[in-house]
């Protein structure tokens, strides 16, 4: 397995001190400065798919920066530091509690019962790594990005349900999201929830429509 398939879509990682001297590419100084801002105080970033062309051992990481700024690194993966999952759902819900108190109680409480495991990216995720109430990414528009990597398809069956019974109760906040599948695949839980013959997958590298047959077969290999 090549270095770079260690990382997938969603995972984070850490820059080393020397990372200016470690980029593939160079930045634009606001950017850099922006980089180093954030870089400085221990937080990581988010690695990105890689593009058509890419070396093998360049890894492509992004920095989202409230306001929708979006910053591109490129980095050879000796370089990372360490890597890191996204963070538990549990975890960040403190990030919505001000926003829809009632709703993220409730939400909470039905997660930590069926499904703990359950992560998020997105601007929860970068909330939650900013740790700095002056960095707002969570707000009312916001939607909460759930990362589902369930151990088969009835426990998948399970948490779809538990998803969609909160919404048909709460207008907000939405639950969007992905399911990881096995190989670093994802599709949207929406769109699998919907059955359609066709569903979009988001690969490392790539995006292709395979058939829903195709998925379910892979959610059953994993419980094997």
């Known amino acids: 397995m090549r270095q770079a398939d260690l990382y997938r879509r ?3 990682v850490y820059l080393p001190d020397d990372w ?3 980029l593939a590419a160079p ?3 606001e950017d850099e400065d922006a980089l180093a801002r954030w870089s400085e105080k221990g937080r990581p970033l988010v690695v990105a798919r890689r593009q058509e062309g890419d070396a093998p051992g360049l890894l492509r ?3 989202a920066l409230p306001g929708k700024r979006r910053v591109g690194v490129i980095l050879p993966t000796e370089a990372v530091a360490l890597r890191r999952q996204p963070p538990f759902f549990l975890d ?3 990030n919505g509690a001000a926003l829809w108190p009632e709703a993220m109680r409730e939400l909470a409480g039905v997660v930590a019962r069926i499904a703990p495991e ?3 990216f997105g601007s929860f995720a970068w909330q939650f790594f900013a740790a700095d109430p002056a960095l707002v990414y969570v707000t009312r528009n916001s939607d909460i990005d759930l990362l589902l990597t369930p151990a088969h398809g009835t426990q998948l069956a399970a948490w779809i349900a538990l998803l969609q019974n909160f919404e048909s109760r709460w207008p907000a906040p939405r ?3 992905e399911i990881a599948l096995p190989g670093g695949d994802f599709v949207a839980w929406r769109e699998f929830a919907a059955r359609p013959q066709k569903i979009l997958v988001k690969g490392a590298d790539n995006v292709s429509l395979r058939s829903i047959e195709d998925i379910d077969a892979l959610l059953s290999a994993r419980a094997a």
């Open 92 to 94: 960040v819900v403190e």
């Open 118 to 120: 359950m992560r998020v």
């Open 20 to 22: 200016r001297r470690r």
């Open 175 to 177: 639950l969007d999201g």
């Open 27 to 29: 930045l634009a100084a």
């Open 61 to 63: 990481l992004g920095l």
């Open 10 to 12: 969603h995972d984070w």
